[in-house]
């Protein structure tokens, strides 16, 4: 994410979530921590989902994601079905 992406984000995202926006799909660590910084009570209102490229390979990985506040993840592309089916796929 770019400054001026960050600054574009910064600027909006209080108002589309106090319009009643649900949550936020985070492709990569700066957009996560752009969501992180907001007001606690914001956060609060808000779902944040990992896309496929915050990687989340296996249980370990999904939960550092939600030590940082990711609620939902996608699975990985690259896993096969032995490793789909060996990991944790709530949420």
Same mark, same amino acid.
């Given at each position: 994410?770019?400054n001026?992406?960050?600054? &574009?984000?910064?600027?909006r995202i *209080?108002? +589309?979530?106090h319009r009643?926006? $649900?949550g &936020?799909v ?5 957009? /996560?921590? +752009?969501?992180r910084? /907001?007001? *606690?009570?914001?956060?609060e209102k808000?779902?944040i !989902?990992?896309? $496929?490229?915050l990687y989340?390979y ?6 550092e /994601?939600?030590? +940082?506040g990711?609620?939902?993840d !996608?699975? *990985? +592309?690259?896993?096969n079905?032995?490793?789909?089916f060996?990991?944790n796929?709530k949420?």
């Amino acid at each position: 994410m770019r400054n001026a992406s960050m600054r &574009f984000y910064q600027d909006r995202i *209080p108002e +589309l979530i106090h319009r009643g926006i $649900h949550g &936020f799909v985070v492709k990569n660590y700066e957009s /996560l921590q +752009l969501l992180r910084e /907001l007001n *606690p009570d914001l956060l609060e209102k808000i779902s944040i !989902t990992a896309d $496929h490229n915050l990687y989340s390979y296996n249980d370990s990985a999904k939960e550092e /994601l939600a030590d +940082l506040g990711v609620d939902y993840d !996608t699975i *990985p +592309l690259e896993l096969n079905r032995k490793e789909i089916f060996g990991r944790n796929n709530k949420n």
